[in-house]
């Protein structure tokens, strides 16, 4: 199983994600348990989470009303279980904390519900933190924000030498710049003499036409073959496209029953993700 797989966001943007079993042994290494390094899992229903819904369910039931008509909302969370991971130190305080809802429906979801805990866990710790990511962008999303990625240039660590190299610059006096010599315009060269007009020969006189032999064009050379679109060379101007960004659009083009766009380049790509991703599955449409 590949330790790294694509996810395809709604933007048209590929992320890649590391599996838990790629993370856990870096994450074991920093914090083994041989040396008391221990992980924690807790887990508690989601009712219980809310005290004080619980409280009101009580005062329904010892009155004989039932829940809608106390207005209160129906058991849905009941199954529901919230699974806490904790990493202790080696004195057993808590170093970190993550936590995650899972609906029991059958024994594989509890399970389910540990690992994604477990794994969420990590992430808190630094080991695969593009998830936190995720959930942050979906917060913006949530809140209205529309943000746009900027890519700072790298910087270099400041050393004594820099500084005081720095600061030598800024005291030092710039001298003016040498003027620049202008370049003279050039020569203009005087019109050519006008030729003199032929001689008018006599009536009658007839003169000898030489055949005019027409030189055949020269064959245009023939285009150069079309690239199709390929993760491994680019066919437009912009940025090769990826396979998988091309596997992608193929699913999506079947999932709405529509014909696979052809791409150029990596940002038609994109934007041909996007209109896919805009229509209507073909069942619905």
């Known amino acids: 199983m590949n330790p790294i797989i694509d996810i395809f966001q709604p933007d048209g943007t590929v992320s890649q994600y590391r599996r838990l079993s790629a993370r856990l042994p870096e994450f ?23 005290p004080g819904l619980i409280r009101l369910y009580e005062a329904a039931v010892q009155s004989g009303r039932t829940l809608a008509e106390a207005g209160l909302p129906a058991l849905t969370e009941i199954n529901v279980m919230c699974f806490k991971a904790s990493l202790l130190g080696v004195e057993g305080h808590v170093l970190a904390t993550a936590s995650a809802l899972k609906p029991i429906q059958s024994y594989k979801d509890w399970e389910i519900g540990e690992t994604a805990a477990r794994q969420r866990l990590l992430a808190a710790c630094g080991y695969g933190g593009e998830v936190l990511d995720q959930d942050e962008a979906q917060d913006r999303v949530d809140q209205g924000l529309h943000t746009k990625a900027t890519t700072l240039p790298p910087t270099t660590p400041a050393t004594a030498a820099s500084v005081a190299t720095a600061a030598e610059n800024a005291h030092a006096t710039v001298s003016p710049s040498p003027p620049v010599a202008k370049t003279p315009p050039p020569e203009v060269e005087p019109p050519a003499a006008p030729e003199p007009p032929a001689k008018s020969l006599p009536t009658g006189t007839r003169t000898a036409r030489k055949p005019v032999t027409s030189t055949p064009a020269a064959p245009a050379p023939p285009a150069p073959p079309s690239t199709p679109a390929s993760g ?17 659009l193929g699913h999506q083009a079947r999932l709405k029953g529509v014909p696979a766009p052809q791409v150029q380049d990596l940002a038609q790509a994109k934007a041909e993700l996007q209109r896919l991703f805009a229509l209507k599955p073909a069942a619905a449409a």
Do not use: M
């Open 28 to 50: 074991l290494a920093a914090y083994p348990p041989a040396k008391g390094f221990r992980i924690i899992i807790e887990a508690t229903d989601a009712l219980s989470l809310r």
């Open 232 to 248: 491994t060379a680019p066919t437009g101007t912009g940025k090769p496209v990826p396979d998988s960004v091309l596997r992608q």
